[in-house]
């Protein structure tokens, strides 16, 4: 792979977390996630609850970066303009584009996986995973606070690195090679 720093992104449920661990496995780079930077994870806060500090974040984002620019790295998810220190590293930016009602059954399943019987009706994390697909739902027409359409186009348009845009509905397979391309 020609490019060794790799940034996917797109909309909640649009393939970049599966696209950057297939894509890494594929390479021998080393697959990262926003989330794994953005959120506390238990046992200090419950699942997608507490953010950390923004310092605390760039800093650890840094830390995986410099262990891995040997053999490159992919990191999948989202960053906003808090991130705006780290974009400089990123060789190239893949944004993912999936119709709403993937991405939103996706989700379903990918909380299914995590949660089991908590989200079923009636169940612990039934409101939450609710609330979360209906903000996801929203995501093209940006009226929602946090991550859209319009603010990713806007994110975009900023970069000085190529932007590869792929339609996240396509086989894996198929995305790979076009990435790999």
């Known amino acids: 792979m020609k490019f060794r720093h790799v940034h996917i992104t797109g909309a909640s449920g649009s393939g970049a977390s599966t696209l950057g661990k297939s894509l890494a496995a594929r390479t021998g780079a080393t ?17 997608y609850t507490v953010k ?23 990191l999948s998810g989202s960053v906003g303009d808090w991130a705006d220190p780290i974009v400089p590293l990123f060789d190239l930016v893949v944004f993912l584009r999936t119709p709403t009602d993937i991405r939103v059954a996706r989700l379903w399943e990918r909380e299914k996986v995590k949660f089991g019987a908590a989200i079923e009706p009636g169940g612990a994390r039934r ?4 609330a979360f697909a209906a903000w996801a739902a929203d995501y093209d027409s940006g009226t929602r606070e946090g991550r859209s359409l ?32």
């Open 52 to 74: 950390r500090d923004v310092p605390e974040r760039l800093r650890l984002m840094r830390e995986a970066f410099d262990a891995n620019a040997e053999r490159g790295w992919i």
């Open 31 to 47: 697959h990262l996630d926003t989330d794994d930077f953005y959120w506390l994870w238990p046992p200090q806060a419950e699942v």
């Open 150 to 181: 319009p603010r990713h186009e806007a994110w975009l348009a900023k970069l000085s690195c190529p932007v590869l845009r792929l339609d996240g509905s396509q086989p894996i397979e198929a995305l790979i090679r076009k990435v790999l391309k």
């Open 127 to 130: 409101e939450d995973v609710e």
